[in-house]
């Protein structure tokens, strides 16, 4: 496949929204309506971004030689989105340590599986990439498509998830055409079984790692055994159910013809945009009759 054919949208730009998020002591600790499980999983997969996003964006710019124009131009709008990801999700992770969390046993679980895969040849770290970016990319679409999953959630955080959800749809073709541009030599079956293994390896992982990493700071809140286990199982399953909800979307990764693009869903970053310039306009003057 020529990398000239792509579908990623040609009037796609990738812009980095420099945000600056809060950074002083959250003001609950179960900061998502105060329930156990959400503030879990969320800060599970907080403690991910920091190292995680740097891995892949140094996955992705080992292949940036020779990249075609449009690309390397996106290649850099990504790893500066990554950076500022990076840097916000340090500041939160901070947050939520300051606030009594230990989340040194999750951070140690990353760092050996970035290791693992950091020992094999840079065409895997490339591979990992593309695969969990279109994770995140489907996990921002459902976080961004339905309000209930953030509804309850302290609203600066709340804010720091969507904004964070908005740039990962923009960028999701990003490491994608890298891999496109990285295998264009290989034959169509190697490029799909590397792919499909890589995908279904990391999703394993994914969803056990997150699933621990989630249940050791609920025993941090002191919820553990069935109890912790059934109100995860529900939360994540069931209802809201993200991983439920992001199934078919994972799936179609393995058709033919597959491309983050192939569903055009930049809706919802026009609805973000709408929504933050609405909150950040003035207030409407109104004029007062005087009560005198
Ligand atoms: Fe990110
Ligand atoms: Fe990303």
């Known amino acids: 496949m020529s990398t ?4 990623t ?8 929204r420099d945000r600056k998020f809060e950074r002083g002591k959250l003001d609950a600790r179960l900061w998502h309506g105060g329930r156990v499980e959400a503030t879990a999983i969320y800060n599970a997969l907080s403690t991910t971004f920091p190292v995680g996003e740097a891995f892949f964006v140094e996955s992705v710019r080992a292949f940036r030689d020779g990249a075609p124009p449009k690309l390397a131009e996106e290649i850099k709008g990504f790893t500066t989105q990554e950076a500022i990801h990076s840097r916000e999700h340090a500041a939160f992770n901070r947050r939520a340590v300051d ?3 230990d989340l040194s046993k999750l951070e140690e679980q990353v760092d050996f599986r970035l290791a693992v895969t950091k020992s094999k040849p840079p065409v895997v770290s490339l591979a990992a990439t593309m695969a969990l970016e279109h994770f995140t990319a489907i996990l921002a679409h459902e976080l961004l498509k339905d309000p209930r999953h953030l509804a309850e959630a302290d609203p600066e955080a709340a804010d720091l998830w969507r904004w964070h959800a908005c740039e990962e749809i923009e960028h999701k073709g990003v490491a994608y055409d890298t891999w496109l541009h990285a295998t264009r030599n290989w034959p169509r079956k190697k490029r799909w079984e590397v792919k499909a293994k890589v995908m279904l390896f990391v999703t394993r992982n994914f969803v056990v790692d997150r699933t621990a990493g989630a249940m050791e700071l609920m ?6 055994g069935f109890k912790a286990w059934s109100g995860l199982i529900w939360y994540l399953w069931i209802r809201p159910g993200m991983f439920r909800k992001i199934g078919v979307a994972w799936f179609k990764f393995f058709l033919p013809g597959f491309h983050p693009w192939n569903e055009d869903d930049r809706d919802l970053l026009r609805a973000y945009e709408a929504s933050t310039a609405a909150k950040a306009a003035p207030a409407p003057v109104r004029k007062v009759r005087n009560a005198a």
């Open 4 to 7: 000239t054919t792509l579908p």
């Open 219 to 224: 025993r941090q809140d002191g919820v553990t």
């Open 99 to 101: 606030s009594g969390y």
């Open 9 to 16: 949208p040609a009037d796609l730009t990738i812009t980095p």
